[in-house]
């Protein structure tokens, strides 16, 4: 089979198993929709057109194509190149010329895309004919790691705004706090901060960083020392930022006191350090590391997770555990404790991987 049959053949193959996109259009901006590993479990393979084409690439290079990910604005396509020496059709093809590559679009259809096709588009959106060349061939890593933190962050401020489409796909906002604060590190390690705009730009991903780092991700605020304190610095851009992040950096290296709680409080609370749980609803299994009697969060926190809608609001025990990241297939970090099922620790079946960070679950 030749190169252009064999990747068309790919296309078929995924679109025939469920990589066929988005199923309703109202929901093409769901979070889920930006991480490749979500949409290969997801029994619908659902995904945006970038994560689509990371697919189909991936499964073409397995059986020897040469394809990648284009850097077409707005929806990524695959472009497949021939192999030297021959053209796609698998007949010989001299070295001084270039064989044409082919495009392909398997989000939307597994037939070949035309260039000319693709050229027409670009023209439609006023794009400058020089630049025509560049979006038109393959693009970086780093291209395609930008693309989908922006996608990401659009999904966030889209989810954020619509309470009705946040709940459609029963999302709680600490998910988008996390999704959000990886896109935004994602952008400020991968872009060039040379221009007005790109600086603007990093001042605010820095402020929001800062808060974030505040609220919740402390664990991440030697990274900040390490990797962006310093290009702070050589921007110039020195004040509050540098003030918050050194005070977290001596509040990080100051021992900890032992908190010592009352018999009564331990009374009060159901679980016990140490138990392993599976949660009922989200499927993934847990070890509680800590507890509080009662919410001890800030008040964003409560306000952005919605603490006092719960029949007890802030007045309840509210424990920290460690997550099998493995096992936390669906993205929830809400225990309903009604449903949880508490199984004894059996740490040679299974070890607990996780980041060192506590996570705060609530009652649901």
């Not at 030297?84 to 270039?98: I, M, V, Y």
């Not at 096709?117 to 400058?128: C, D, G, H, S, Y």
């Not at 796909?169 to 996390?178: A, C, E, H, R, W």
Request: charged share 20%; hydrophobic share 40%; with cysteine.
């Amino acid at each position: 089979m030749n190169p252009r049959r064999r990747a068309l053949a790919i296309a078929s193959f995924l679109r025939q198993n469920k990589f066929t996109g988005v199923k309703e259009q109202a929901q093409y901006h769901a979070l889920p929709h930006n991480f490749l590993g979500i949409a290969l479990q997801d029994e619908e393979h659902q995904c945006l057109p970038l994560i689509n084409v990371v697919i189909y690439c991936c499964v073409a290079q397995r059986l020897g194509l040469d394809a990648q990910p284009c850097g077409f604005p707005f929806h990524v396509h695959a472009i497949v190149k021939a192999a030297k020496g021959q053209d796609l059709d698998g007949r010989g093809f001299t070295e001084e010329a270039e064989a044409q590559p082919m495009y392909l679009d398997p989000w939307n259809s597994a037939e070949e895309t035309s260039q000319e096709e693709l050229v027409a588009r670009l023209k439609e959106m006023k794009i400058n004919p020089s630049a025509f060349a560049t979006l038109l061939e393959a693009t970086s890593i780093a291209d395609i790691v930008q693309r989908t933190a922006r996608n990401i962050l659009n999904s966030v401020k889209i989810l954020t705004h619509s309470s009705g489409h946040r709940a459609s796909i029963d999302l709680p906002m600490v998910l988008l706090d996390g999704a959000f604060y990886g896109a935004i590190w994602a952008l400020l390690m991968l872009t060039e901060h040379n221009s007005r705009t790109a600086i603007s730009q990093l001042d605010r991903f820095i402020s929001h960083i800062v808060q974030h780092l505040e609220r919740q991700f402390y664990m991440d605020v030697p990274l900040f020392d390490e990797h962006i304190l310093s290009l702070i610095q050589n921007r110039g851009l020195l004040g509050d930022p540098i003030t918050a992040v050194r005070l977290l950096l001596e509040n990080d290296n100051t021992p900890k006191k032992p908190k010592h709680r009352p018999r009564e409080h331990q009374d009060y609370v159901q679980y016990k350090v140490g138990q392993v749980f599976k949660h009922k609803r989200y499927h993934y299994q847990a070890i509680i590391t800590g507890w509080d009697k009662q919410c001890e969060a800030g008040e964003l926190w409560i306000a952005q997770m919605g603490v006092q809608n719960l029949p007890n609001g802030t007045h309840q025990a509210f424990y920290h555990v460690m997550y099998d990241i493995e096992a936390a297939r669906h993205w929830s970090l809400l225990i309903n404790f009604p449903g949880l099922k508490i199984r004894a620790p059996d740490m040679s079946q299974k070890r607990i991987s996780s980041p060192p960070l506590p996570m705060r679950l609530v009652r649901h």
